[in-house]
């Protein structure tokens, strides 16, 4: 698994983005996909996941009803599309893949690891 997060950048507050984890590996669509950011001086956390199938997503309490993730199993790329962005989600956001069977919000139960890609919400 070799994941590629793209599509970071700089929005204003309301704005939207799409991020996208594209994995050049061949067992995708076997993986737990999820999102973590790490704010400046934060600990990374948990935004949101998906099941290998799709059918099970899971978000924070923070991006719930703005933020949806989804992945294409054909294309090995998730996505995280992104809504009414707000300064606090300015944060680097890592995609991360684990071969468990169940959703997990803690880092460390993620194998693999994209580099991050950078949001900036401006006020």
């Known amino acids: 698994v070799q994941l590629q997060a793209s599509g970071g950048g700089l929005v204003q507050t309301g704005g939207s983005l799409r991020l996208s984890c594209a994995d050049t590996?061949?067992?995708?669509?076997?993986?737990?996909m999820a999102w973590f950011r790490q704010a400046p001086g934060k600990e990374r956390e948990f935004v949101a996941a998906?099941?290998?199938?799709?059918?099970?997503?899971y978000y924070a309490d923070s991006v719930k009803g703005r933020f949806t993730i989804s992945r294409d199993n054909a294309k090995n790329t998730a996505y995280l599309q992104m809504n009414s962005l707000k300064p606090e989600d300015t944060a680097v956001y890592y995609c991360?893949?684990?071969?468990?069977?169940?959703?997990?919000?803690?880092?460390?139960?993620?194998?693999?690891w994209g580099r991050g890609t950078e949001v900036t919400v401006s006020s």
């Open positions: 991360a893949a684990s071969g468990g069977r169940g959703i997990s919000l803690l880092g460390h139960e993620y194998a693999y």
């Open positions: 590996g061949r067992t995708f669509s076997s993986y737990v």
């Open positions: 998906i099941s290998w199938s799709g059918a099970r997503t």
